[in-house]
């Protein structure tokens, strides 16, 4: 894997859970630099908060549309810089993404356009830093540079769905494993999730994890040497005061 893949998997993949859930005992306070979401967004969309440092930052929100194509809006702000990328996927019947497009900006603003296809057992994908192609013979999970957050949730359950491990491209796998259950409350809404934790076999010192039931709730580098974090959180989740029980 080459080196510019590997620094933006740091900046762009969800690698870890917070270890308390310290993220959804907060009530997130309006900050005046959070981006405003498009209007074009549904109004029906679900919705995550990007918290920076435990400070509103950003958002995630995602829609089906009636072609069965799932989209992703993903931005935050970090001090004038910071991602703000749509992405299109279609998902076969195994929850893998048979095709993916990802447009927008990157976390240095600079523009990116990703493509990844899979038809006939044959992947294809390009962005600007590679371009490639593979015949597959077994379920495999295009991993992108510039995919939203929930290509991670994607991921996660692919994995589960295939006795917890799924081929990568361009290569490697991952593994997953359940951890552990914990019941939450947020507002008067109690819910338990279920913790999983995977790792992606080409670069074993990133852990990635994610609860179940909808709420994705993470920690990503920010690179370029800084080491704040990030956390996504469901919005109905991050907008009350939620107490781990």
Known sequence: MNTHRMSAMVL??????????AVAQQTVAPASNVPALPADIPADSKRWSVLSMGILAGQQATWTTPDGKLHAFFQFNDRGRGPKTTTVLTVDANGIPSSEITDGNDYLKADVHEEFSLSA??????????QGQKKITAPSFYVSIYGPP???????????ANQGTVALLPEGEVHVRKVGDREVEAG????????????PRFFPELRL???NAGILC???T?????SRRLGIIARNAAESSGRNQ
Do not use: C, P, Y
């Open 12 to 21: 762009l993949i969800v690698t870890t859970i917070l270890a308390t859930l």
């Open 121 to 130: 057992g044959n992947a294809r994908w390009k962005n600007k830093a590679e």
């Open 150 to 160: 929930e290509e991670s949730a994607l991921l996660v359950r692919a994995a589960l």
């Open 188 to 199: 008067e809404k109690k819910q338990r999730l279920s913790l999983f934790l995977h790792r």
């Open 209 to 211: 994890a994610g609860w």
């Open 218 to 220: 993470g920690w990503r």
């Open 222 to 226: 920010l690179g370029h040497g800084d």
